[in-house]
């Protein structure tokens, strides 16, 4: 009930293109679902996060949809760069427990 | 503007041996955060601290394991009698207000002490 199910563990794009990373919760007492950027030898930093009481979010070339009636939640990046080749972790939280639940992660590589 | 800073980036123990690693949060924090990272897996919760109060500990996967924050800012976490199985990047994170969760407690991470335990 407490696990956050990360897919694809690895993600090949070409630059340009549109980079897709998925999650999924069981718990549906979360209420908050962020996503974090981790480039190697540093730790996660905040990119975008979002309540369920909307379905998405944008912010920049990052989309987070969101769809509370199937649990999932995923990351989009448009028009990916090589600069944002780094490993993506989904997290999720309850309002009234600060423990972050961590995806597996995603290790994404854009292709000059 | 200095972030969240660790000591040290990386460190080696021999098995049964003692470590310290050190986390400087952002100057005015109240809640501090320690992680595990096992490689290639998203960190998991160890403990948290606000201000000198250690709230919550329920992650420390044994009792060799040991945080503290006695002024409210620096933070240590030490592990004794090390074991191959702690090896792991130890992230250190801290946020301004208390812990809440939601949007409004970022959490700030550190770089991280990668310690290899042979």
């Known amino acids: 009930q407490q696990q956050v199910k990360q897919s694809p563990q690895s993600l090949i794009v070409q630059k340009g293109g549109i980079s897709i990373i998925n999650c999924a919760y069981e718990?549906?007492?979360?209420?908050?679902f962020p996503w974090y950027q981790q480039f190697p030898g540093k730790g996660p930093a905040l990119l975008i996060a979002?309540?369920?009481d909307v379905s998405e979010k944008k912010e920049g070339r990052f989309t987070i949809s969101f769809n509370k009636s199937a649990k999932q939640f995923s990351l989009h990046i448009m028009d990916s760069q090589p600069g944002d080749s780094a490993t993506y972790f989904c997290?999720?939280?309850?309002?009234?427990?600060?423990?972050?639940?961590w995806g597996a992660g995603t290790k994404l590589i854009i292709k000059p | 503007g200095a972030g969240v800073s660790q000591s040290p980036r990386y460190k080696v123990a021999k098995r049964g041996q003692d470590v310290a690693l050190r986390c400087d949060p952002i100057?005015?924090?109240?809640?501090l955060f320690w992680y595990q990272q096992a490689l290639g897996q998203g960190p998991e919760f160890l403990t948290y601290?606000?201000?000198?109060?250690?709230?919550?500990k329920s992650g420390l996967p044994s009792d060799r394991f040991f945080a503290e924050r006695p002024e409210g800012s620096v933070s240590t976490l030490k592990i004794q009698r090390t074991q191959q199985e702690d090896s792991a990047v130890y992230l250190c994170?801290?946020?301004?207000?208390?812990?809440?969760?939601?949007?409004?407690?970022?959490?700030?991470f550190g770089p991280g002490t990668r310690l290899t335990v042979l």
């Open positions: 100057s005015g924090h109240v809640s």
């Open positions: 718990n549906t007492a979360f209420d908050y």
């Open positions: 997290a999720a939280n309850m309002d009234s427990n600060y423990q972050l639940i």
């Open positions: 994170a801290s946020s301004f207000l208390r812990a809440s969760g939601g949007s409004y407690n970022e959490q700030f």
């Open positions: 601290f606000q201000n000198e109060a250690q709230l919550d």
């Open positions: 979002i309540r369920p």
